[in-house]
């Protein structure tokens, strides 16, 4: 690396050579940052699961209190219309004449009926109830799962930071020694660009054919003049990709691209 490195700086200016030590400890950073990013999704992934889970339990047993309450005054209006049939049950006995008896008779049979109806709305609340309990067992299964699944991803992210954690301070110490040379700005366009190509904030230039002067990036294959390979030859300056955005660096060699 350190050959290539060489080579790579005897074309370019101060700031291209410092930028593109950056770029190899960036592209590092990047690496390790990618492959924990997967563990991280699949942390992110149970971790939603599970409070889908959560939440839907807990709207079950909301939804099931709801039914308990109508159950309760359900229950209370069956008791009065009880009542009021015993009542109605009692007056009978004491009818003076056939037409109040029929009349008693008439009213009594409407609470009755009423209060079988209400009887009726009693029991389709209890079984809802029950398919509501059976529904909070079944996700409280599925919560388990989730819950496991979730405890293995944890402990999988937790074991590989502790795997990179020297590697990964080694390399935030080496970014920061690469930082202090660069300006702010400079090193903000590199960063910007950096964070939206994972870590690919620089492209080579590379030369299409041996014997004619056609370049491009080749980071996105845009062409790239030869007035812009010539500043970057002779310039300390940043020359950055119009398609794709990356700072662009020549070699001493400029490699043939397919
Ligand atoms: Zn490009």
């Known amino acids: 690396m350190f050959r290539r490195l060489a080579c790579i700086i ?5 700031t ?20 924990r990013d997967v563990i991280q999704r699949r942390v992110e992934v149970h971790r939603k699961r599970l409070q889908q889970a959560n939440d839907r339990v807990e709207e079950l047993q909301v939804s099931a209190r709801r039914k308990q309450m109508d159950i309760d005054a359900l229950s209370l209006d069956v008791s009065s219309r009880e009542e009021s049939v015993a009542k109605h ?18 009213a009594m049979n409407a609470e009755k009926a ?20 059976n529904e909070v067992a079944q996700v409280e299964e599925e919560k388990k ?25 080694r390399l935030t110490k080496d970014r920061k020694e690469c930082e202090s040379g660069i300006a702010p700005t400079t090193l903000s366009s590199f960063n910007r660009v950096a964070d939206h190509l994972e870590g690919e904030a620089m492209a080579v230039v590379g030369k299409v054919h041996p014997k004619r002067d ?45």
Not at 16 to 35: G, N
């Open 10 to 14: 005897s074309v370019m200016g101060e």
């Open 16 to 35: 291209l050579e410092a930028l593109h030590r950056l770029q190899v400890v960036e592209l590092q950073i990047a690496e390790i940052r990618s492959q």
């Open 89 to 106: 049950r009692e007056a009978l006995n004491n009818a003076k004449t056939n037409k109040e008896y029929s009349a008693i008779l008439a």
């Open 114 to 133: 009423d209060s079988g109806k209400v009887e009726s709305q009693v029991l389709e609340r209890m079984e809802e109830i029950q398919s509501t309990n």
């Open 145 to 169: 799962v989730h819950s496991d699944a979730l405890a293995v991803a944890e402990e999988k992210l937790a074991a590989f930071d502790e795997r990179h954690k020297k590697e990964t301070n």
């Open 214 to 258: 056609e370049y491009v990036c080749t980071g996105c294959n845009l062409k790239i003049s030869l007035e812009i390979v010539n500043i970057l030859q002779s310039r300390d300056e940043i020359q950055m990709c119009k398609c794709c955005g990356r700072i662009l660096y020549v070699e001493s060699s400029i490699v043939k691209t397919p």
